[in-house]
């Protein structure tokens, strides 16, 4: 038997008006998720717990079997793991965006945020404008004054790692679910570290506003990636093994640093594929061949796809719309016909992880819709996948139970 599991972040929804009052997964033309659905269990799960922040880190977790009430210290240092970054007694991660800040004559805390990928910025300039702000004389400085080192990354999320920090009473805020709003009322707060950060931050802008990258990319119409927001903090992690909890073997492919962090530390094998971004131009196929060559020689096998979360927070809803379209038509379709070929009897489940919602461009912690499909059985259930059929469907209050249920364990 094999089992594989498909996480869409952030595709799920609440309705929109600009699509007739219907979701995006009730909207878009998805044949594939829907023939699982006629066929399989379709319900509605709670996967982010509430007194928890609503997102892919708490979510994701609950999915793999880690009760986040448990487990969860913040977003970054299951980032800080995905790169091997070792956390040690008194260390603090932070994710470290580029984000883009308007352009404009206010006071830095008086401008507003406009991007928290700085315009789903490349990579290698990612990564060059991080190095040149540690190569800056008065940011390096205040960095090391605070204990701090950034780790650059091939993308616009960053892992800063803060020596002998005490962020007792901090309050840090993703920065996705506050677009458009002035920063002030946003930036650090809570305690002494946070006024450190702060600093930080706003020297780090009067760095990069007028840097020479930055520049180039106003001129070519693209926005500037001049600031750098921490969010997401924690300390050192450890979660459950995955083989031992479940006796399955396998890997997680994903082009985001969470889902490879949290497979290094529940001991899946981690999955890069080449052209997989996490946004909307990524590798779909290559997925789903990752997948079956996982599956040849272990039993469990998951896909993440980035790019319906990003497209949301993007502001881009035909965007989102199109990344479902491949979720189902380019990366489901190519699988289900190598499972087919296989001969392999095998489950699957499909969900997403969150909702994002168009109204907000943030994340929202309600209950999402799945499906899980067995080959040996038609259910003939004649439903569609999507919100609605979710919550007429099986309801599961802790998504921390998805696995028992893939698995069908007793």
Known sequence: MKYILIIGDGMADNPVAELGGATPLQYADIPQLDALASAGIVGSVKTCPDGLPPGSDTAIMSIFGC???????GRAPLEAAA????????????????????DSGLPFAERHILSHSAGSIDGGTSAALARALFDDPAFKAKADGAGMTVYPALSFRHIAVQSGADIKGISLVPPHDHLGEAIGPLLPSGCENAGVLRGLMETAFEVLD?????????????????GVWFWAEGTAVQLPNFTKAYGRTGGVISAVPLCHGIAALIGLERVSVE???????????????AALRLLREHDFAAIHVEAPDECTHNGDLEGKLEAI?????????PLMRGLADSGWDYRILVLS????????????????PFVIY???ADRRAGTSYCEAAGERGVRVDDGTHLMDMLFETP
């Open 325 to 333: 379209r491949r979720l189902d038509s380019r990366t489901l379709a």
């Open 67 to 73: 009760d986040p009430r448990r487990y969860y210290t």
């Open 210 to 226: 007028s840097h020479g990258l930055n520049i180039r990319r106003r001129e070519e119409g693209k926005l500037p990636a001049n």
């Open 275 to 289: 052209g997989a971004t996490g946004e909307l131009d990524t590798n779909y196929e290559g997925k789903a061949d």
């Open 374 to 376: 067995d080959s040996r």
């Open 83 to 102: 790169t091997g970054i070792a956390l040690c007694p008194g260390d603090v991660a932070y994710r470290c965006n580029m984000v883009t800040y308007e």
């Open 353 to 368: 992880d969150h909702k994002t919602l168009t109204s907000t461009r943030g994340h929202d912690g309600t209950p999402v």
